[in-house]
């Protein structure tokens, strides 16, 4: 990793809270994720059509307001095209998702502004270099809040849904600023605390990392494209390995986004792909890294995987039940963190191959 991204030496009392600052930080992201997977298999994303910042937080406190708001959501594509019988009550269980949503990116911001302005311009002991970092994490927040208005309005134009693409923008900048926070953080609790590693692992282990976010970001598109709900079976697809169709599409390359088969299909080799690398990142590491916590990563990390492709196949046969979905969805944001865990333990000293 670049120094750059390396956080300074601070006192030990402001290391610890700007690393507590930065782990409740991460813990509201994951929780986040798993709020917009609930919104997103409920069907509750478009359901707020109003986008108020300050008013945003007050849900409808009378029933001439549920009517107001009940009356906006008739107006959209979504309404008329999926959910036309859906009355004032059914509209209550989808709103409250959506408002869950948004208040909790709201709390998020808020959180990310505090601990800014608190280790910025209150907090001498901060130096320059982390007081870059802060101020960059509460931009990158900014800029997510940004996305997610983005996102939803898609899904007001002559659609029924958001757009994919920019679902899986919104989840992805989410999953690296995670990254991001996570990584500054172990560097303030433990500076200067890991063991030799040789380039090979630390290369891999990078090399785990950059799948896992890739196998995320297509987990991303087969959310938004409801590709979970085709070939429920495994490992078999439509009675083969790879669907009839799955070049159906012209230009060849939009099969990749648009395509639910060859959407579903690309998640799955990538999950497979993403297990073997773990797999044998983890056994190359046991007899090269005597680093007890570098093993415990490792070690972990290959335990994660294991249940997260349990989690994954059972989620496609149970044909996406919310509970099992949603624990796929935050097995992820698991997986990726402990291998972000994975590659600081490596990032110490080099050690030959």
């Known amino acids: 990793m670049p120094s750059s991204f ?37 069907e509750s994303g478009l359901s707020i059509v109003e986008w108020n910042l300050v008013m945003g937080w007050i849900p409808p406190l009378s029933d001439a307001e549920w009517q107001r708001q009940f009356a906006l959501y008739r107006q959209t594509s979504e309404f008329q095209l999926q959910f036309p019988n859906l009355d004032v009550e059914g509209f209550k269980s989808i709103y409250w998702w959506e408002y869950i949503h948004r208040v909790w990116g709201r709390l998020i911001g808020l959180v990310a502004l505090a601990g800014t302005v608190w280790f910025v311009f209150v907090d001498r002991r901060t130096q320059a270099r982390m007081k870059l970092h802060a ?24 659609r029924d849904d958001v757009s994919q693409y920019r679902l899986t923008i919104h989840l992805g900048v989410a ?12 560097g303030l609790l433990f500076p200067d605390d890991r063991g030799a590693a040789p380039v090979t692992a630390r290369r891999l282990a990078t090399g785990v990392a950059g799948i896992v976010f890739l196998t995320l970001l297509s987990g991303g598109l087969v959310a938004g494209i409801n590709a979970g709900f085709i070939f429920n079976t495994w490992p078999l697809m439509d009675g083969g390995f790879v669907p009839h169709d799955v070049l159906s599409m012209s230009p060849w390359w939009l099969n990749a986004f648009e395509n639910l088969g060859t959407v579903q299909f690309d998640h799955r080799m990538l999950a497979y792909a993403t297990t073997a690398l773990v797999l044998v990142y983890w056994l190359r590491l046991r007899p090269v890294v005597p680093h007890s916590r570098a093993r415990l990563a490792a070690g972990m990390l290959a335990g994660m995987v294991v249940l997260q492709v349990i989690l994954g196949i059972a989620t496609l046969l149970l044909v996406v039940p919310l509970p099992i979905a949603v624990t796929h969805q935050g097995g992820a944001v698991v997986l990726f963190a402990l291998a972000i865990w994975n590659v600081w333990e490596l990032s110490g000293p080099r050690k030959p191959a």
């Open 135 to 158: 101020i960059a994490i509460f931009v990158a927040v900014s800029l997510q809040g940004a996305i997610g208005y983005w996102m939803v309005t898609s899904g007001f134009v002559d």
């Open 175 to 186: 999953i690296a600023l995670l990254g991001y926070m996570l990584w500054l953080a172990l």
């Open 6 to 42: 390396a956080p300074p030496a601070s006192a030990p009392g402001n290391r610890r809270a700007i690393a507590i600052w930065l782990l409740a930080s991460c813990a509201m992201i994951a929780a986040m994720v798993i709020i917009g997977g609930i919104t997103r298999l409920s």
